[in-house]
């Protein structure tokens, strides 16, 4: 692959090829995208991924732990993944057929000439008979689906937001323009998302600013800045701290412990409005009835309704003292680092 079939693609002249996705392993495949950002890293970089920015900084340093390194080793080789790779090509045939566009596959790892930390591995161009365009392709389970629309984005189109800040990546570094999103739903559907080229811009804007600062952070030994979501407390929880640490100077300690009380008080509030709330909803109700189908409705929108459910229980004393063996060979334990502020 060459300069030529760069630009006989619209694309960048002066990629620069980091390696060939086909003829990598694994190992070398990791250690490539630890020389820059990925567009799977983006959305987590984001605060929107599969995982906090911290886990992704860390990866990039090599300071994630064997049991996270195990855990994602055990994912790549899952039968999930598998499948997902599969799809990939029934994706791409479909999305070829329903369009009438030229679809390729690029086969290689690319880094922007200029900002030489963004990377992209593309699973597919195209052509839609005027020019070129990148396409990411999807594999989506049920519990997602809902967030997927066919159409055009900003109109009738939809796709989570991370996928879509993943392919105007690609697209950027790339220098195209125009961009798809294919998604294989539940195996039984094809959901295609077109995404403008004014819309495509402001995404991949919004990434590079947001990637530039992690990426100096990252080169400065700096902590990421994190959005305060539960995958940033897990990704905290996980690294290896000494037991005990000063925080803060004194002024700024008060500060904080102000804050954490005044927002446990706000917390204590909403959960009794809340309560309250459920209370006089369910007094104008009633009972649940034989069907558990007794809704609430405000203004025609349903507010709240009874649902039956069951929880199965094990009891793992008695599984343990009738059945030792079986016990042992199925039930195992990791340690778990959670958060707990104890200021009261």
Not at 37 to 64: E, H, M, N, P, W
Not at 149 to 159: C, H, M, R, W
Not at 194 to 210: C, E, F, K, M
Not at 286 to 304: E, R
Request: proline share 2%; charged share 25%; glycine share 8%.
């Amino acid at each position: 692959m060459s300069s030529t079939y760069f630009q006989t693609r619209g694309m960048k002249k002066d990629l620069e090829i980091v390696g060939d996705t086909r003829r990598m392993s694994r190992i070398e495949w990791l250690d490539a995208r630890r020389t820059g950002i990925g567009g799977s890293d983006v959305g987590s970089i984001l605060g929107i991924g599969f995982q906090s920015a911290l886990t992704v900084y860390r990866d990039k340093a090599g300071l994630l732990t064997r049991a996270e390194l195990e855990d994602a080793e055990d994912f790549s080789e899952s039968e999930k993944a598998e499948f997902g790779n599969e799809m990939e090509d029934v994706a791409a045939s479909v999305f070829a057929k329903r369009t009438g566009f030229k679809v390729e596959n690029v086969h290689q790892m690319l880094r922007d000439p200029v900002f030489k930390w963004k990377l992209a591995n593309v699973d597919r161009i195209y052509h839609n008979g005027t020019s070129w365009g990148v396409l990411e392709l999807k594999n989506i389970e049920f519990g997602a689906k809902d967030e997927w629309k066919s159409g055009i984005l900003g109109q009738d189109g939809a796709a989570p937001e991370k996928y879509i800040h993943q392919v105007c990546w690609y697209a950027d570094i790339l220098g195209l323009t125009h961009a798809h999103l294919a998604a294989v739903v539940r195996g039984c559907r094809l959901v295609v998302v077109a995404i403008p080229p004014s819309l495509l811009r402001q995404y991949a804007d919004a990434s590079h600013t947001a990637c530039g600062a992690f990426w100096e952070d990252f080169t400065t030994g700096t902590m990421p800045r994190l959005a305060g979501t539960e995958k940033d407390l897990e990704a905290l929880a996980k690294r290896e701290t000494a037991t005990e640490v000063a925080l803060m100077g004194e002024s700024e300690g008060m500060s904080l412990r102000t804050r954490v009380y005044e927002a446990k008080s706000r917390l204590k509030a909403a959960e009794a409005e809340y309560d309250s709330l459920k209370v006089e909803i369910a007094s104008q109700m009633g009972g649940p009835g034989t069907a558990f189908t007794t809704l609430a409705l405000v203004d025609g929108t349903k507010v709240a309704e009874y649902r039956q459910s069951s929880r199965k229980t094990t009891d793992m004393k008695m599984l343990q003292a009738h059945y030792p063996a079986a016990f042992a060979a199925c039930v195992s334990e990791k340690p778990i680092s959670s958060l707990y502020i104890t200021l009261k």
